[in-house]
Structures are given as structure tokens and as C-alpha cells.
């Protein structure tokens, strides 16, 4: 089983950037395809980027491409979700996940059974 840990969390201006690392212990992260998902106050959690076991493949909700760029370094077991010309409506908690199924970009977040504690992300105009 894997555990996640987010970081890089904080406040920014609308325009601003931020970096947000997933860091996973366990059994070799490499066998696992991640992906970023984020709630709002009040909303469902929604889908944001999700990226392949390998780094070879990626896939972004629509709201946040060509803004974000998800990568990952399989030696260091970390995810990390680069998050430019942010907006207001970005604010919220972002959690990373994981899953196990091959050749998956999964976007509910309900076919990853592993998550993190989630990271506060707020955008101010």
C-alpha cells in the first residue's frame, strides 16, 4: 500500500504560480499512475491532471490546460503539479492520488483507492 503526502500549499495572487509535491512511501511508486483532484468549499471533488506510472502520458481537466503541467520523478516517489496563471477559482484543497490499473488516466476520483490529506491552494484576486 502506498501513502501520499502533499506539500507546497500558501496563498498567491491571481496570476501568480505555485508547485505542489506528492510525496509516496511504500512499495515502488513507479507501478502507480497519479493524479491531482481538488474541492472547493460547497463543490464535488473534481478532477485536475493525472499522469502515467512511467511520466509518458498525461491528461488535464479542461479549466486547467495549458496552465498546469503535471510530472513526476519515479526515483524521488514524487508527483508534481505545476500550477501557473492562477485564478480565483483555482482556490481550494488539492489532493493527490494513486491507482494501480495499467495504461489508466483515470479521472473520478473514485478509481484511486490511495490518497493524500489534501493542501490548501488560495488564489486571491
Known amino acids: 500500500q502506498v501513502q501520499l503526502v502533499e506539500s507546497g500549499g500558501g496563498s498567491v495572487q491571481a496570476g501568480g504560480s505555485l508547485r505542489l509535491s506528492c510525496a509516496a512511501s511504500?512499495?515502488?511508486?513507479?507501478?502507480?499512475?497519479a493524479g491531482w483532484f481538488r474541492q472547493a468549499p460547497g463543490k464535488e471533488r473534481e478532477f485536475v491532471a493525472a499522469?502515467?506510472?512511467?511520466?509518458?502520458?498525461?491528461n488535464y481537466a479542461d479549466s486547467v490546460k495549458g496552465r498546469f503541467t503535471i510530472s513526476r520523478d519515479n526515483a524521488k516517489n514524487t508527483v508534481y503539479p505545476q500550477m501557473n496563471s492562477l485564478k480565483p477559482e483555482d482556490t481550494a484543497v488539492y489532493y493527490c492520488?494513486?491507482?494501480?490499473?495499467?495504461?489508466?488516466?483515470?479521472?473520478?476520483?473514485?478509481?484511486?483507492?490511495?490518497w493524500g490529506q489534501g493542501t490548501q491552494v488560495t488564489v486571491s484576486s
Open positions: 511504500g512499495p515502488t511508486f513507479s507501478t502507480y499512475a
Open positions: 492520488a494513486a491507482h494501480s490499473i495499467p495504461r489508466a488516466l483515470l479521472v473520478s476520483p473514485r478509481g484511486y483507492p490511495y
Open positions: 499522469i502515467a506510472r512511467g511520466g509518458d502520458s498525461t
